[in-house]
């Protein structure tokens, strides 16, 4: 077997990423150049690193799960989802809606979702389940501080509504926070939540292989209500929804059939 196979095994067994899931090349160069930039000189001396430094294995983590967000990230996606998608599903009597927020990274996207949520319920009826499976970056999102460029997409007043200046920072309102309910899950191991209206999985499928996909669309079928949306990210629609029964809403707004 060779040492890049033998990490992967190593890999899952510390930490349980199977980085098999994962497109190989793309991996494989990226953690190779992480291998050099710390001196180590493969990938047998460099698990040994791992496994003796915990900062070592921050870093391998947070470099793996490529934890780039921002608010409103591809900001007309989010005029669709406020103009179009939203209302398609109160149409169907919807008091409150599930939402869940998969891959949150730092939290830029469930907050982004109560937000607009706002524009038809009251905060006390707004609940986002945001996951992800780094956990450095879930206590970011916890925390809720932000660079005024990662905000730069946000409709017009949102700054000054819901957040507070700190310095050069910017603080999520606590009214927004207690909205989301941050959890860790790993799409490709865990179990998932039920009945859910919305789900957004965005900018994490682009990292898979296509046998990862075809298990995530089926497990985010099982995962939605009747008509529920699955919402992608933007260089990650879905080839032949049908075969996985979707059907195409709006460009990146997929609906789940039943039959
Ligand atoms: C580029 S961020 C996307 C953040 C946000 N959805 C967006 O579009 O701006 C990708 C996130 O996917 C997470 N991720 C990678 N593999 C994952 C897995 N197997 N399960 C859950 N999250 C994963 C990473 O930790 C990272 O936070």
């Known amino acids: ?25 793309q991996m494989k160069r990226r953690i190779s150049s992480l291998v050099a930039r710390n001196n180590f000189k493969d990938f047998e001396d460099y698990f040994d690193g791992l496994k003796k430094d915990k900062q070592l294995l921050n870093q391998f983590v947070n470099y793996l799960t490529i934890n780039v967000s921002e608010f409103y990230r591809n900001p ?10 939203i209302p398609r599903i109160i149409n169907r009597d919807k008091k409150t809606l599930k939402v869940w927020s998969s891959a949150c990274s730092t939290g830029e996207e ?3 979702l109560v937000m607009l949520l706002t ?18 970056a879930l206590n970011k999102a916890r925390l809720g501080l932000y660079s005024e460029k990662s905000l730069s997409n946000l409709p017009k007043g949102f700054k000054e509504k819901f957040f507070t200046k700190i310095e050069n920072s910017y603080k999520i309102n606590e009214e927004i926070k207690k909205c989301v309910e941050f959890k860790k899950m790993d799409l490709l191991k865990d179990s998932f939540p039920t009945y859910v209206d919305l789900l957004t999985c965005r900018n994490v499928m682009i990292y898979f292989t296509e046998e990862a996909k075809e298990l995530l669309y089926d497990k985010f079928y099982k995962s939605l209500s009747d008509n529920g ?31």
């Not at 524009?119 to 992800?132: G, Q, S």
């Open 110 to 112: 469930p907050y982004s």
């Open 119 to 136: 524009n038809f319920f009251p905060l006390k009826d707004i609940k986002v389940l945001a996951t992800d499976i780094d956990d450095e």
């Open 229 to 259: 949306i699955l919402f992608v990210g933007s260089t990650e629609q879905i080839i032949m929804p049908e075969k996985y029964k979707y059907k195409p809403v709006k460009t990146f707004f997929y609906e789940k059939i039943i039959k």
């Open 76 to 85: 007309s996606q989010w005029q669709v989802l406020e103009k179009d998608i």
């Open 1 to 25: 077997m060779d040492k890049y196979e033998v990490f992967k095994k190593q890999v899952n067994n510390l930490i349980n990423i199977d980085l098999n899931y994962y497109k190989e090349k």
